[in-house]
């Protein structure tokens, strides 16, 4: 069965329910979009129920991580901002009693990257409640010193442990770097290079962009940088960079594992790719020239939809 057809049973069949859109290209032409109708949020607050078209944007939430790390080699390569390898701690000095704490002198930006701080974080608890580390670094007066003092539970680089708050301090350190807050950087230096010229990237109360989920763009726009990826960067963002954040680092499971905030499917079929809240997705089959973009309303739910749509396209 042809993936179009599959991907359309999967539809009519509505095992997908909450799909709010889907395009998948092949070789950079377009070779499929759907759209759906739904409630939709703008990460807490309601949209109420909104019919999705190609002009529609969508919450990324977490997929925003992976944007993040392009903007990292980004300036990386522009001399903007410290490599991997550089100290964390340094990167905030005017935290001096946390850089002078010894229990946090090893970490660097590498680990922030990969997730692998060995901090206290937890992100179970639904995306709504303080109880979740993510909400109250947003609740907090201080993002940065918020996620820096979190208790050392472990050595840094040990274990994978889910973390908004290392993609805070990626955000952080691009917008310091360049001088400009992360949403104008990222327009200049990724969007306006890939033809995409509409946006948002949602604010935390302190004014500053949300790098760990806040992103909100038209899927056929995710589709553009999943491209980019897949074509090795196109010289908006270095060919080495991009090898270097999609090479597996720190196992989550077996056949999949975590690069430089992006997911690496080992497993056949390989496949590298951004997961957010709610079943919103970005996957890069480079094997078959495929970039897959699903966006769905699924929030603080199991992924069914997208899910479904995955394997359908993959063909599962």
């Excluded at 680089?157 to 990626?170: P, Q, T, V």
């Excluded at 010289?235 to 905030?261: D, M, N």
Aim: aromatic fraction near 8%; charge should be negative; hydrophobic fraction near 40%.
């Amino acid at each position: 069965m042809a993936m179009t057809e599959r991907i359309d049973t999967v539809l009519r069949s509505g095992k997908a329910p909450n799909l709010h859109g889907l395009v998948v290209t092949r070789g950079g032409e377009i070779v499929l979009e759907r759209y759906g109708a739904g409630v939709d949020h703008r990460l807490g607050d309601s949209l109420g129920h909104v019919a999705f078209d190609r002009d529609t944007l969508h919450d990324l939430r977490s997929v925003s991580k992976s944007v993040v790390a392009l903007l990292y080699g980004i300036a990386l390569d522009a001399g903007l901002v410290p490599g991997p390898e550089a100290g964390l701690m340094e990167q905030f000095p005017e935290y001096p009693d946390l850089v002078a704490d010894p229990e946090r002198a090893h970490l660097t930006i590498a680990h922030a990257l990969t997730m692998t701080l060995g901090l206290d974080w937890n992100e179970d608890a639904p995306y709504t409640s303080p109880a979740n580390s993510e909400i109250a670094m947003e609740l907090a007066p201080d993002r940065y010193r918020y996620v820096l003092e979190r208790p050392v539970v472990e050595k840094a680089g040990r274990r994978w442990l889910y973390c908004g708050g290392a993609s805070a301090l990626i955000g952080g350190i691009i917008a310091r770097g360049t001088g400009r807050p992360l949403e104008e950087y990222a327009a200049t230096a990724l969007f306006g290079p890939l033809g995409i010229d509409r946006f948002e990237w949602s604010k935390g109360d302190d004014g500053l962009a949300m790098a760990a989920a806040g992103l909100r763009l038209r899927p056929i726009d995710l589709a553009a940088v999943g491209r980019l990826v897949l074509d090795g960067g196109r010289g908006i963002v270095p060919a080495a960079w991009i090898r270097e954040l999609t090479r597996p680092r720190v196992k989550i499971a077996e056949g999949f594992s975590y690069g430089y905030q992006w997911y690496v499917n080992t497993a056949a079929p390989y496949w590298v790719g951004g997961i957010g809240n709610g079943g919103q997705r970005l996957t890069v089959v480079p094997d078959e020239e495929l970039v897959v973009v699903m966006t769905a309303g699924e929030y603080d739910q199991e992924h069914v939809s997208a899910v479904a749509v995955h394997e359908a396209v993959l063909g599962g």
